[in-house]
């Protein structure tokens, strides 16, 4: 194991050492029902380098060795999140499949391509499930984030809304695996439902998203797991 590699990934900019240090052992069933409490997006390190260095080496002192590559996994999950939300063009996003420039929009668009990312990790057993979780708790971090800044204050608010989009998740991941293994009118279906909220979309948007779909699904199953936890080979491609 590669000592040098570990500390690269859990010093990444100081974010996901604060997530290491403060995140708890993750149940998907529950993760998906709660908001993240803390967003790798919003979190900037005030410690120096040598500090920084301290503080992992006592961290790495307290666990057993064994759970190094799960913290790597995990660690992985948060850098594949924001390397999703970085890359994407949301804007190009609502022009191309004639979505409104709001909230819901960018959540549905984002819930797809963490779809799309936990489809493929899922196949990479028990680290693939932890990388998956990291990914997921990331999403719920930046959505709070999100919500507040557009005037969610309200604590009790904002837990409101996030259940309710967490439910709708929920559900939304389920009907994508469904369809994914389907036919094209299947997935449509799926996605109309979803991204569209059944109101009007038209043939050839549909045609194009699902499209999009199984292009990304398909590159993503070439990628092996080492590929997909650099971060760095998981690309989106322009629309």
Not at 123 to 145: F, K, P, Y
Not at 151 to 160: D, F, I, L, Q, W
Not at 193 to 200: L, M
């Amino acid at each position: 194991m590669n000592i040098t590699r570990i500390f690269s990934v859990l010093r990444q900019g100081g974010r996901y050492l604060h997530f290491l240090k403060t995140s708890k052992s993750l149940n998907y069933p529950e993760l998906v029902k709660t908001a993240g409490i803390c967003s790798t997006r919003h979190y900037t390190s005030s410690n120096t380098d040598q500090k920084e260095d301290s503080v992992i080496v006592k961290l790495l002192k307290k666990i057993p060795f064994l759970q190094i590559d799960s913290l790597r996994a995990k660690a992985a999950g948060y850098m594949l999140y924001e390397n999703t939300v970085d890359n994407l063009n949301y804007l190009k996003f609502f022009e191309k499949f004639a979505l409104p420039d709001t909230f819901y929009s960018w959540f549905v668009i984002t819930e797809l391509h963490v779809w799309m990312l936990s489809a493929r990790v899922m196949a990479d057993g028990s680290s693939g499930q932890i990388l998956r979780n990291g990914v997921i708790e990331a999403l719920w971090a930046d959505t709070t984030q999100r919500m507040k800044k557009i005037g969610a204050v309200n604590p009790s608010e904002t837990r409101k809304s996030t259940q309710e989009l967490s439910e709708q998740f929920q559900a939304a991941l389920v009907a994508y695996d469904e369809a994914i293994n389907s036919d094209d009118i299947v997935l449509a279906g799926a996605l109309w439902r979803r991204i569209y909220q059944k109101e009007y979309a038209s043939p050839q948007h549909l045609e194009s998203l699902i499209n999009y779909v199984r292009k990304h699904i398909s590159t993503l199953d070439q990628l092996n797991k080492e590929q997909i936890a650099s971060v760095k080979a998981v690309v989106w491609d322009p629309l």
